[in-house]
């Protein structure tokens, strides 16, 4: 089972940015995938997840109105369409899988290496 984020970099506030989240080896079970974030110095926060096979989906307050979560057709890759950033956003964002449909990060069983996203002019 492998996760893999991509698609952070620098971008100036106000921008737009596009994650990757690639999976392979997965089983039916682990059909939530979902994105967390960590910023220096804090803990790590709940994003937004998706179930793959619907495509139902979940936000937190923090990503409601800006962020939005999305998966390719075949269900292998999910998104994280990042817009109107701040540099509060700054952080490493992470893809994770579950058996259940949660936003709870215990609930993760299976985590990517993170992607860092930088805002700043």
């Known amino acids: 089972v492998q996760l893999q984020a991509s698609g952070g970099g620098l971008v100036q506030p106000g921008g737009s940015l596009i994650l990757s989240c690639s999976t392979s080896g997965f089983t039916l079970d682990y059909f939530a995938i979902g994105w967390f974030r960590q910023a220096p110095t804090k803990g790590r926060e709940a994003v937004a997840y998706?179930?793959?096979?619907?495509?139902?989906?979940y936000y937190t307050d923090l990503a409601k109105d800006r962020f939005t979560v999305s998966r390719d057709a075949a269900g292998t890759t999910v998104y994280l369409q990042l817009a109107s950033l701040k540099p509060e956003d700054t952080a490493v964002y992470y893809c994770?899988?579950?058996?259940?449909?949660?936003?709870?990060?215990?609930?993760?069983?299976?985590w990517g290496q993170g992607t860092e996203v930088t805002v700043s002019s």
């Open positions: 998706i179930i793959k096979s619907v495509g139902r989906t």
């Open positions: 994770a899988a579950s058996n259940i449909a949660s936003i709870n990060e215990d609930d993760y069983r299976y």
